[in-house]
């Protein structure tokens, strides 16, 4: 029998979820059935199931229910079996999954023989999972997320790095450290691939001039299968086994090795497993090489390179990320043609045309070729992820096609989106679950859907607001009392971790991947005044966390100069650094903080999906025009600094710091502390409104999906 788009690996999963459920009370078999499909993540009240079993074990084991399954003291299953309402409330979710999935996934132009494929080096889905960095991997999972929602036909492929991302740990000095921990794949929520029950599906994929066995491991996100592809099997060298050890690892010809993994392997899977893809989106580009695996087999069975080519990408879209450099690699010659050994006679077509293809000046030959370059050659549809980048982009492309004008450029834009239901707060989606009608989420696309929010009472919008931020001062206490302690910090500075914040202070978030044009360093250029902002009787407190790049010292040396002034007064108590941001962290800085401060320099910042995250969660940007702000912003909901460029970096550094202060000392903190009688700050409220709707209706992840099908999926070759 052929196999639809969701079937391979579906029963593995079954199979891994009964073998669990075996293990527990009989009453507790709907939890392993629930852990094994990410689905529960993005209920409300999912993760709340898992906690009520063993909440130290849950977060001991960093809320991955299989884990916790497999951990939790047989007293606390035997206790959580016994309680009803429990078991009621899990087979009640088991049975909404259930009901979600027998539905078909069908959209117009697409159905469950001819999926979107889509591949990516990196997966944010849930904390969990340890295969993202940042960004680009949150937009991923709430991607596949969205697609999930809506019954887009979809499947996703990645990589499973057994070590995932480095974890971060500030030493006494103020200086990042790295460290890796095992992610331990036959513990996470995914099984192999097999072909019978038993016998592990693998591919084969030629990197280095060796045939690279390839394990496929399937992991359910609601109705979207994720297939991450695993070379730690015991057929390989151990510098093969290497290749899926480490996301964005820092050898160059291993990162190679991994875009072959990815772009090839990606191909030769969804084949090996009976699924004929309708289009191929190329996330980032990684898995560049896909086109060009498509095109080798059209050669393999008699087609010249130049109709094989053309074939392949003509079912091939592209996503481009970012502007910055060190997100659009490029290498030597001799790096390619070693890491993609036999690639040229496979394509039957010389290197000297294949690295013209990756140059960003074609005929160049003394240009290194890069990935980026490549996939915008070989995609029929191309994007940026802002109306803004969408510009820079074909600004900085313009060579790739030989146009004329900016504007001849075939680059488009789609602008990212977050998925409403991972990253809304549940109190904020209590409230507008009453306020906006049944089914509001699947109507947030819909402007009539968001027109009651200005009736949403103010004096119920700020309790949820407070609720949030006295969460966040609590778990920051928390945190950052452990983190001092880590770092050996004087008994004092650690003490005053324990009473730092307060649930009633305005409360200012800057958490995100640390590169140095993100400029954290703008926060303490004038030290003195920030420091001001401190002071009673209206002062501010301020959270930073992020991580930075192994390799880029420069931002680890800001992350230290800020670290240099945690002796001043007040500091201690209002301000804190969070080591090892991640995805669980961050649920509670875009949800607890008043507001969210991004400072890139423009037009460097792509996107910035954070905002748009504490946007929906009624928190004020503060914000460069730059990215979505520069869409987003109307005046009503923010605050905003210039996103004019300037090639005076110090002068413009030194004018947005300015901006950014006279903001929060004249704006900011005034309209925040202004309250009423009953001690609601109504102007505040208003802005939080506005900022609501704003990501509620342009910047969801349905919305963004739904622009990839109409201007990029759809599109004819």
């Given at each position: 029998?052929?196999?639809?788009?969701?079937?391979?690996?579906?029963?593995?999963?079954?199979?891994?979820?009964?073998?669990?459920?075996?293990?527990?009370p009989?009453?507790?078999?709907?939890?392993?059935?629930i852990?094994?499909?990410?689905?529960?993540?993005?209920?409300?009240?999912?993760?709340?199931l898992?906690?009520a079993?063993?909440?130290?074990?849950?977060?001991?084991?960093?809320?991955?229910?299989?884990?916790?399954?497999?951990?939790?003291?047989?007293?606390?299953?035997?206790?959580?079996?016994?309680?009803?309402?429990?078991?009621?409330?899990?087979?009640?979710?088991e049975?909404?999954?259930?009901?979600?999935?027998?539905?078909?996934?069908?959209?117009?132009?697409?159905?469950?023989?001819?999926p979107v494929?889509?591949?990516?080096?990196?997966?944010?889905?849930?904390?969990?999972?340890?295969?993202?960095?940042?960004?680009?991997?949150?937009?991923?999972?709430?991607?596949?997320?969205?697609?999930?929602?809506?019954?887009?036909?979809?499947?996703?492929?990645?990589?499973?790095?057994?070590?995932?991302?480095?974890?971060?740990?500030?030493?006494?000095?103020?200086?990042?450290?790295?460290?890796?921990?095992?992610?331990?794949?036959?513990r996470?929520?995914?099984?192999p691939?097999?072909?019978?029950?038993?016998?592990?599906?693998?591919?084969?994929v030629?990197?280095?001039?060796?045939?690279?066995?390839?394990?496929?491991?399937?992991?359910?996100?609601?109705?979207?299968?994720?297939?991450?592809?695993?070379?730690?099997?015991?057929d390989?060298?151990?510098?093969?086994?290497?290749?899926?050890?480490?996301?964005?690892?820092?050898?160059?010809?291993?990162?190679?090795?991994?875009?072959?993994?990815?772009g090839?392997g990606?191909?030769?899977?969804?084949?090996?497993?009976?699924?004929e893809?309708?289009?191929?989106?190329?996330?980032?580009?990684?898995?560049?090489?896909?086109?060009?695996?498509?095109?080798?087999?059209?050669?393999?069975?008699?087609?010249?390179?130049?109709?094989?080519?053309?074939?392949?990408?003509?079912?091939?879209?592209?996503?481009?990320?970012?502007?910055?450099?060190?997100?659009?690699?490029?290498?030597?010659?001799?790096?390619?043609?070693?890491?993609?050994?036999?690639?040229?006679?496979?394509?039957?077509?010389?290197?000297?045309?294949?690295?013209?293809?990756?140059?960003?000046?074609?005929?160049?030959?003394?240009?290194?070729?890069?990935?980026?370059?490549?996939?915008?050659?070989?995609?029929?549809?191309?994007?940026?992820?802002?109306?803004?980048?969408g510009?820079?982009?074909?600004?900085?492309?313009?060579?790739?096609?030989?146009?004329?004008?900016?504007?001849?450029?075939?680059?488009?834009?789609?602008?990212?989106?977050?998925?409403?239901?991972?990253?809304?707060?549940?109190?904020?989606?209590?409230?507008?679950?009453?306020?906006?009608?049944?089914?509001?989420q699947?109507?947030?696309?819909?402007?009539?859907?968001?027109?009651?929010?200005?009736?949403?009472?103010?004096?119920?919008?700020?309790?949820a607001?407070?609720?949030?931020?006295?969460?966040?001062?609590?778990?920051?206490?928390?945190?950052?009392?452990?983190?001092?302690?880590?770092?050996?910090?004087?008994?004092?500075?650690?003490?005053?971790?324990?009473?730092?914040?307060?649930?009633?202070?305005?409360?200012?978030?800057?958490?995100?991947r640390?590169?140095?044009?993100?400029?954290?360093?703008?926060?303490?250029?004038?030290?003195?005044?920030?420091?001001?902002?401190?002071?009673?009787?209206?002062?501010?407190?301020?959270?930073?966390?992020?991580?930075a790049?192994?390799?880029?010292?420069?931002a680890?040396?800001?992350?230290?100069?800020?670290?240099?002034?945690?002796?001043?007064?007040?500091?201690g108590?209002?301000?804190?650094y969070?080591?090892?941001?991640?995805?669980?962290?961050?649920?509670?800085?875009?949800?607890?903080?008043?507001?969210?401060?991004?400072?890139?320099?423009?037009?460097l910042?792509?996107?910035?999906?954070?905002?748009?995250?504490?946007?929906?969660?009624?928190?004020?940007?503060?914000?460069?025009?730059?990215?979505?702000?520069?869409?987003?912003?109307?005046?009503?909901?923010?605050?905003?600094?210039?996103?004019?460029?300037?090639?005076?970096?110090?002068?413009?550094?030194?004018?947005?710091?300015?901006?950014?202060?006279?903001?929060?000392?004249?704006?900011?903190?005034?309209?925040?502390?202004?309250?009423?009688?009953?001690?609601?700050?109504?102007?505040?409220?208003?802005?939080?409104?506005?900022?609501?709707?704003?990501?509620?209706?342009q910047?969801?992840?349905?919305?963004?999906?739904?622009d990839?099908?109409?201007?990029?999926?759809?599109?004819?070759?």
């Amino acid at each position: 029998m052929a196999m639809t788009y969701a079937s391979p690996g579906a029963e593995d999963l079954r199979l891994a979820a009964d073998q669990l459920a075996a293990r527990l009370p009989s009453a507790l078999a709907p939890f392993a059935r629930i852990a094994f499909n990410y689905r529960w993540c993005w209920t409300a009240g999912g993760a709340g199931l898992f906690a009520a079993i063993d909440a130290h074990r849950w977060e001991a084991c960093g809320r991955n229910p299989v884990r916790l399954l497999q951990e939790a003291p047989t007293g606390a299953l035997e206790q959580a079996a016994g309680d009803r309402q429990l078991t009621r409330r899990v087979y009640s979710l088991e049975e909404c999954i259930a009901v979600e999935a027998s539905q078909p996934t069908q959209v117009d132009g697409f159905d469950s023989t001819h999926p979107v494929a889509f591949l990516c080096a990196e997966y944010g889905v849930h904390a969990s999972l340890p295969v993202y960095a940042g960004g680009l991997g949150v937009l991923a999972g709430d991607l596949v997320k969205a697609a999930s929602d809506m019954g887009l036909p979809f499947v996703a492929v990645g990589l499973l790095y057994g070590q995932g991302y480095f974890r971060q740990r500030i030493d006494i000095s103020g200086w990042q450290n790295e460290y890796w921990v095992p992610s331990d794949p036959p513990r996470l929520p995914g099984a192999p691939v097999t072909l019978d029950g038993v016998e592990p599906m693998k591919i084969r994929v030629p990197i280095r001039g060796r045939e690279v066995a390839v394990q496929i491991w399937r992991f359910a996100i609601g109705r979207v299968p994720l297939f991450l592809l695993d070379t730690d099997v015991s057929d390989n060298e151990p510098v093969d086994r290497w290749i899926t050890s480490r996301l964005y690892v820092g050898d160059r010809d291993t990162r190679l090795a991994q875009y072959a993994l990815l772009g090839i392997g990606g191909v030769r899977a969804l084949r090996a497993m009976g699924i004929e893809p309708a289009v191929y989106h190329l996330n980032e580009g990684h898995p560049a090489l896909a086109p060009l695996e498509l095109a080798a087999e059209a050669v393999a069975a008699g087609a010249a390179f130049e109709d094989a080519f053309e074939s392949a990408r003509a079912r091939t879209v592209f996503t481009t990320h970012t502007p910055v450099p060190a997100g659009n690699e490029s290498y030597a010659p001799e790096e390619m043609t070693r890491v993609f050994a036999g690639l040229d006679e496979r394509l039957g077509t010389d290197w000297d045309t294949l690295l013209s293809l990756a140059r960003v000046h074609a005929a160049n030959r003394e240009e290194p070729p890069g990935m980026t370059a490549l996939a915008l050659r070989a995609s029929r549809a191309r994007n940026g992820v802002s109306l803004r980048h969408g510009g820079v982009a074909r600004r900085i492309w313009r060579p790739v096609f030989g146009a004329g004008t900016d504007d001849e450029v075939p680059i488009g834009h789609v602008t990212n989106g977050v998925h409403l239901p991972t990253w809304m707060a549940d109190p904020l989606r209590a409230l507008l679950d009453a306020q906006l009608g049944e089914g509001w989420q699947a109507r947030t696309t819909e402007p009539e859907t968001w027109d009651r929010i200005a009736d949403l009472p103010d004096a119920e919008l700020w309790r949820a607001r407070c609720e949030l931020r006295g969460k966040l001062v609590d778990y920051v206490r928390e945190r950052a009392t452990l983190d001092r302690l880590s770092r050996g910090e004087a008994a004092d500075y650690v003490e005053q971790a324990q009473r730092a914040f307060d649930p009633d202070r305005l409360t200012i978030g800057f958490a995100r991947r640390l590169a140095t044009y993100k400029r954290l360093y703008l926060m303490n250029r004038d030290l003195g005044r920030a420091l001001k902002l401190l002071r009673e009787p209206n002062p501010i407190q301020i959270l930073l966390a992020g991580k930075a790049h192994p390799s880029d010292d420069g931002a680890k040396r800001v992350v230290q100069e800020l670290f240099g002034a945690r002796r001043a007064p007040r500091v201690g108590e209002r301000i804190a650094y969070l080591h090892d941001y991640d995805m669980g962290m961050a649920a509670f800085l875009i949800a607890g903080c008043d507001v969210w401060v991004n400072l890139p320099r423009p037009p460097l910042e792509a996107s910035g999906t954070s905002g748009m995250k504490a946007a929906m969660n009624g928190v004020l940007n503060l914000s460069v025009l730059d990215g979505w702000w520069a869409e987003g912003y109307d005046g009503s909901n923010g605050w905003a600094i210039s996103g004019d460029e300037d090639p005076d970096h110090e002068a413009q550094d030194a004018r947005d710091a300015g901006t950014l202060l006279d903001l929060l000392e004249k704006e900011v903190i005034p309209l925040f502390y202004d309250r009423d009688a009953d001690g609601v700050p109504r102007g505040w409220m208003q802005r939080a409104k506005a900022a609501i709707r704003t990501a509620g209706l342009q910047f969801s992840a349905r919305r963004m999906l739904r622009d990839y099908v109409d201007r990029a999926y759809r599109v004819e070759p």
